[in-house]
């Protein structure tokens, strides 16, 4: 059974030049410990409105603050986590059975998530009723 302690800040590689700013690059099973199969980005996230809300039962993301800021809560039904999501070079590992919760978008923030998966509704666990059922269900 997966926890929040499962779920870990990575480094992806940034390589700076003083003339032309800065560049990070994300590789399958180099940068990421998966492939990446999906790819996509939430912007324009309006001032106080959250997104996520759910977990998936088999998905890997790697969640990126591209621009701007917000804030991660991860939840593993016994002990919750919050993560500042700010650098570009940094990402928030999140493993399958784990509830996410994004917040306090920054004005301007972009956040890019790579999945291991491309997108099955039937991964996703929408309620949190849904999820400390699934947990249980997994100790079991």
């Known amino acids: 059974m997966t926890t929040v302690y499962d779920c870990s800040v990575i480094e992806l590689s940034k ?34 409105e959250s997104r996520g809300g759910h977990a998936h039962k ?13 804030s991660v809560t991860l939840d593993d039904g016994s002990i919750k986590r919050t993560y500042i999501l700010n650098r570009p070079y940094q990402g928030l590992l ?21 999945a291991s ?8 666990i929408r309620t949190y009723e849904d999820f400390i059922k699934f947990k249980r269900d997994k100790i079991k």
Request: proline fraction near 4%.
């Open 58 to 70: 088999g998905l890997h993301q790697l969640i990126v603050a591209v621009s701007g800021s917000f």
């Open 94 to 114: 999140v493993v399958p059975g784990i509830w996410r919760t994004l917040d306090d978008f920054s004005s301007g923030a972009v956040c890019m998530v790579l």
């Open 117 to 124: 998966e491309g997108y099955t509704e039937d991964d996703y």
């Open 15 to 48: 390589h700076h030049s003083d003339r032309k700013g800065n560049l990070s690059v994300v590789e399958n099973d180099i940068s990421v410990p998966f492939d990446v199969k999906r790819t996509y980005y939430l912007y324009d996230v309006p001032g106080g």
